[in-house]
Nanobody, 127 residues
């Protein structure tokens, strides 16, 4: 069974940091771009960041650029999201997912291009 399991969420004060992890099992995603998305209460799920299958390129939503860093460890089949300078508007459930097209050249941001969604991890930024 293919699974993506997120962890690392929690409650943090504004300006704080968290590191999210996404553990993949059941198959390797070494040739898939991987992404992070988030969904705030009452909002649609939105793109946050993605990294190419090579690990060489990444792409970020404007709202997190300069504060979040996506990375992957292909040997461990892991995906990470380092979140710094957190703001209350970053509060959401964070999900990882795999690009459904292997070795895609470009990075895509649309939800429909991703599959194998995890169950999510809650991030709450509040004082």
């Amino acid at each position: 069974q293919v699974q993506l399991v997120e962890s690392g969420g929690g409650l943090v004060q504004p300006g704080g940091s968290l590191r999210l992890s996404c553990a993949a099992s059941g198959r390797t995603f070494s040739t898939n771009n991987m992404g992070w998305f988030r969904q705030a209460p009452g909002e649609e799920r939105e793109f946050v960041a993605a990294v190419r299958w090579t690990g060489s390129d990444s792409y970020y939503a404007e709202s997190v650029k300069g504060r979040f860093t996506i990375s992957r460890d292909k040997a461990k089949n892991m995906l990470y999201l380092q979140m710094n300078s957190l703001k209350p508007e970053d509060t959401a459930i964070y999900y990882c997912a795999a690009d459904r097209v292997p070795v895609r050249i470009g990075i895509v941001t649309k939800l429909k291009e991703y599959e194998y969604w995890g169950q999510g991890t809650q991030v709450t930024v509040s004082s």
